[in-house]
């Protein structure tokens, strides 16, 4: 049997044992071409049917609309950050966001580059513990869009619901928990993700565009970083990941094989609730970050109550095979981050190992 860890990580993060495996059965002669993906043309018949089969997957499995394009690009989900305004936001218009803590921070910075930005609204005065109340947002009258980022990897929150935003443009950045939900895609006039965390290896990006959106980007945007140049190119222009882009189909294969979006909530529902309810049981040795009604399904953090013990949970934690559970860095403290393809096993000895550290440290 592989000797696998109880992997947390939060980007890049655990693939599926099965995915994996058939990534080895085949990297050395792919499809019988006597040769691997690496190494074969990406204008080939074999790459081609990958690249088609990988986006008729996604298709398929988040349910989207025809009248949308799916995109796989690189330069991750920060490149998008500055590729949106350049392609969306024009001289008169405003880019509005809501302010949810380090992520949006960085697509807000981004786009104050290329034009004018305002935040409708912010959970900063509670350090970013929950996503705000949108129920009666003003977005400005002269809008481009409004963006939101679907769950904040850092601090552990995520839209229960995403908001009304009418004729808006509704802009998601779901690197942290595409496909770990159904969501309805026609709200959305741009969806895009990192596929590092919920949907395969680091290297693509994925973007889920409204075609009539970018039909018209300013002339002046360089080649790369039009939304057009992808689209009419199916995502071949240049030289795209192609490694990526067919580990991305292997995963989406093994999710639909599991049942698709709806099981797969059930599952890190399942997986998380180990997790949240060791936390709550626990009596206030462990403290949840996040306010419970903005609590992530993707990734759970929390805290003990002096640093030394949290020094001391992460170093006996990675003794027991346990891999990524430190917070991340800017904020401190504990994080766990359980996304599609951790498994339940994984959460399980977790919250085992979170009730035994209790026992001998409470
Ligand atoms: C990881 C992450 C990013 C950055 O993704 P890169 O692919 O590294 O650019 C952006 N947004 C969110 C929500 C993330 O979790």
Known sequence: MTKRAFNFNAGPAALPLGVLQQAQQEFVDFAGAGMSIMEMSHRSAIYEQVNNDAQALLRELFGIPNNYKVLFLQGGASTQFAMIPMNLLKPDQTASFVMTGSWADKAIKEAKLFGQTSIVASSEADKFNRIPDLSGIELPSNAAYLHVTSNETIEGTQYAAYPETGDVTLIADMSSDILSRPVDVSKFGLIYAGAQKNLGPSGVTIVIVREDLVAQSPKSIPTMLRYDTHISNNSLYNTPPSFSVYLVGLMLKWLKERGGVSATEQYNRDKTKLIYDTIDQSGG??????????????????????????????????????????????????????????????????????????????
Not at 326 to 334: A, D, I, P
Not at 346 to 356: T, V, Y
């Open 285 to 362: 040795f462990y403290r949840g970050f996040a306010d419970p009604a903005s609590r992530s399904l993707m990734n759970i953090t929390f805290r003990i109550q002096t640093e030394e013990l949290e020094s001391l949970f992460v170093k006996e934690s990675e003794k027991q095979g346990f891999i990524g559970l430190k917070g991340h860095r800017s904020v401190g403290g504990l994080r766990a981050s359980t996304y599609n393809a951790v498994p339940l096993e994984s959460c399980k000895a977790l919250a085992e190992f979170m009730q035994d550290f209790q026992k001998r440290n409470g």
